[in-house]
């Protein structure tokens, strides 16, 4: 069975995005982008949701092709573009490299993909999260809190209809002032 892990930068105050779809507030330093790259190089499988889908492949298939792209943006742009990965979604019409849509239910296929075998799956997007959180799918939460309040915007928890117990199993702090912390669900 895969793990699926559900990992975002967040704001002190709890949000992955301020009013507006804003993320300028979480821009990493170099030791962090190296952790998020080597996470993408970890990832047998990555599930999105169609707006983070469409910021992603708008950005990290020509980023390393850029004027001025460092060694790390080269190494993050690779690992992204083969990364296997799967967007959920009812209005895409189609998706390219090693890329697979979803038009149907994401609680379905989610849990579908997880009784599959392969290396750990990612889930990324507010919204598919949201869902796969409760429905009691999420294995991982792993979250790089930046010390901003934001005062809104989109969150990194929904609301739940039930408690879920975690264990703390890694923190870790990076230059800023920024904190990793990584719990896993208990069952």
Known sequence: MRKLAFAMNVSLDGY????????GWSEPSDELFQWWSDRVGATGLALYGRKL??????????????????????EYAGRWRDMPKVVFSSTTGTVDRNTRLVTGDAVTEITRLKADDGGPMDIAGATLAAAAMRAGLIDEYAMVTHPV??????????????????SLVETRTFPGGLVLTRYVTKR
């Open 16 to 23: 992955i995005a301020a009013p507006g779809d804003d993320i």
């Open 53 to 74: 889908w469409e910021a992603m492949s708008s950005h990290w298939p020509t980023a390393d092709k850029q004027p001025g792209a460092t060694p790390a943006v080269i």
């Open 149 to 166: 309040l934001v005062g809104g915007g989109t969150p990194f928890f929904t609301a739940l209809d039930h408690w879920v117990n975690l």
